[in-house]
T-cell receptor, first 114, second 123 residues
Framework: AQSVAQPEDQVNVAEGNPLTVKCTYS??????LFWYVQYPNRGLQFLLK??????LVKGSYGFEAEFNKSQTSFHLKKPSALVSDSALYFC????????????FGQGTELSVKP | DTGVSQDPRHKITKRGQNVTFRCDPI?????LYWYRQTLGQGPEFLTY????????KSRLLSDRFSAERPKGSFSTLEIQRTEQGDSAMYLC?????????????????????FGEGSWLTVV
C-alpha cells in the first residue's frame, strides 16, 4: 500500500538559516511526489512536484526538493528561511496512472523565528 | 483563472441536519476531487470525477455522503444526517487530465490545485 511519512511533527529554524522538511514514501511503481503548504484556516497551496527527470526540482517561494529513489525520500529544502515561511507543510504521493488520488503525510509544522 | 472556489467557507449545523458544499474547479480542469481534513491530520481522499463521471469513492465515503458533478463543471458534496464525527474541513481540488496536457501550459498536468476548504462543525 502507498504511504507517506513525515518523521518530524515540528521543525524550528532561525530566519536566514537553511531549512529541511523530511519526507519518505512507499509506493509500488513510479511515484509522483508533491509538496503543499497550508497556512492557518486555509486550503493547500501547491509548492512543487516531481514526476520524472531531474532529481532536483524547484518550486514556488524559493523552495526546492530532491528526489532520492534509493532512499525513497523527497525532502523539502530552502537555502534561507523567512519568518513568513512558518506554516504547515504536507508531502504527498500519487502512483502513476492513479488519477491523482494523493496520499498525504501527517504534516510538519515549520516555525521560523526572527 | 480564479482558482478553485468553495462555498460556504464555514458551516455550523446541528446533528442530524443535512449540509451541502459546492465546488467550482479551475475552468479548464476536467478532474475534480474531494478530500477531508481533520485537525492535526493530512487530507484524506474521498472521491473524484473525470468530467461528470464519478470514477472512484473511498471507503471513507459512507452512505450518508453523496457527491455529484452533473454537467462536468461544478460539484456538490452532500452530507445527510450529520454526525459530530463529520466535523472537518472539506477540500475540493481540480486538475487537468495529463493526456490533455498538450493543450495546456507546459507541465501543468498531474498538478492538483486545492480550494480554500469548507469548514463543517456539527454541534
Amino acid at each position: 500500500a502507498q504511504s507517506v511519512a513525515q518523521p518530524e511533527d515540528q521543525v524550528n529554524v532561525a530566519e536566514g538559516n537553511p531549512l529541511t522538511v523530511k519526507c519518505t514514501y512507499s509506493v509500488s511503481g513510479n511515484p509522483y511526489l508533491f509538496w503543499y503548504v497550508q497556512y492557518p484556516n486555509r486550503g493547500l497551496q501547491f509548492l512543487l512536484k516531481y514526476i520524472t527527470g531531474d532529481n532536483l526540482v524547484k518550486g514556488s517561494y524559493g523552495f526546492e526538493a530532491e528526489f532520492n529513489k534509493s532512499q525513497t525520500s523527497f525532502h523539502l529544502k530552502k537555502p534561507s528561511a523567512l519568518v513568513s515561511d512558518s506554516a504547515l507543510y504536507f508531502c504527498a504521493v500519487d502512483q502513476e496512472n492513479q488519477g491523482g488520488k494523493l496520499i498525504f503525510g501527517q504534516g510538519t509544522e515549520l516555525s521560523v523565528k526572527p | 483563472d480564479t482558482g478553485v472556489s468553495q462555498d460556504p467557507r464555514h458551516k455550523i449545523t446541528k446533528r442530524g441536519q443535512n449540509v451541502t458544499f459546492r465546488c467550482d474547479p479551475i475552468s479548464e480542469h476536467n478532474r475534480l476531487y474531494w478530500y477531508r481534513q481533520t485537525l492535526g491530520q493530512g487530507p484524506e481522499f474521498l472521491t473524484y470525477f473525470q468530467n461528470e463521471a464519478q470514477l472512484e469513492k473511498s471507503r471513507l465515503l459512507s452512505d450518508r455522503f453523496s457527491a455529484e458533478r452533473p454537467k462536468g463543471s461544478f460539484s456538490t458534496l452532500e452530507i445527510q444526517r450529520t454526525e459530530q464525527g463529520d466535523s472537518a474541513m472539506y477540500l475540493c481540488a481540480s486538475s487537468l487530465d495529463p493526456s490533455l496536457q498538450e493543450r495546456s501550459p507546459p507541465d501543468s498536468g498531474n498538478t492538483i490545485y486545492f480550494g480554500e476548504g469548507s469548514w463543517l462543525t456539527v454541534v
